[in-house]
């Protein structure tokens, strides 16, 4: 099984709907983030947690929330979709031994 | 805030050496990483630097100078798998678990 998993692997939905991307881990970090990835752009941090209690904004958290629910667990949601969130999503854990992130396989959401 | 500055393309020779360049703004700084991410894949860590000099694993060094706010990443002994993009990445000191990638640079190998 995958340290970090991701659900669901692709989405289509349409405008004005409401998504959740799920994400749990298995590596026991405290440290868990939400990255979005378009083509040319790289990956753009949405939001971080350190805690369940510690939630921080990224660089583009407009029209994103999220729910850290346990250690393990670290929700996205999109309250009222729209068209340009079609992107691939990642959740990664941060192991602060090494300084690396660890990514899950990604969750494509396609918003018409 | 952070950003960082990394060439869009490179394209090298197989069996050839290549170096990825990334210089970056910040505010404070922590480390300096590097991740390979393979077209339809997860981005995969490849080094850290949190000091300055060089970190050596295998076929991949990365090297970081802070005074400069300048590091690359040096690929050696190029293999046709090493196609990919390559994404630098910063934390900063003043929040040392935000951290930023840039764009990302595609390295294409030749035979």
């Known amino acids: 099984d995958a340290d970090v998993t991701q659900t669901p692997r692709n989405r289509i939905t349409k405008t004005g709907k409401r998504i959740m991307l799920e994400c749990s881990q298995t590596k026991g970090h405290d440290r868990m983030y939400w990255y979005r990835q378009d083509p040319g752009l790289g990956l753009r941090l949405i939001y971080y947690?350190?805690?369940?209690?510690?939630?921080n904004k990224g660089e583009i958290s407009d029209g994103y929330s999220v729910s850290r629910q346990a250690q393990a667990k670290f929700s996205l949601s999109l309250e009222s979709a729209i068209p340009n969130q079609t992107a691939l999503y990642f959740c990664?854990?941060?192991?602060?031994?090494?300084?690396?992130?660890?990514f899950g396989e990604g969750s494509r959401l396609t918003v018409l | 805030g952070q950003s960082l500055e990394q060439p869009s393309e490179v394209t090298a020779v197989e069996g050839a050496i290549v170096q990825i360049n990334c210089t970056y703004q910040t505010s404070g700084f922590y480390g300096l990483s590097w991740y390979q991410q393979h077209d339809g894949g997860a981005p995969t860590f490849l080094s850290y630097n949190g000091l300055d000099g060089l970190e050596e694993t295998g076929r991949f060094s990365s090297f970081l100078s802070r005074s400069d706010s300048y590091g690359y990443l040096l690929l050696q002994e190029l293999q046709m798998k090493d196609s990919a993009s390559y994404f630098c990445?910063?934390?900063?000191?003043?929040?040392?678990?935000?951290?930023?990638f840039g764009s990302g640079t595609r390295l294409s190998i030749r035979p």
């Open positions: 990664a854990t941060f192991g602060t031994a090494t300084g690396e992130l660890f």
């Open positions: 990445a910063v934390s900063g000191y003043s929040s040392a678990s935000k951290i930023i």
């Open positions: 947690s350190f805690d369940v209690k510690d939630i």
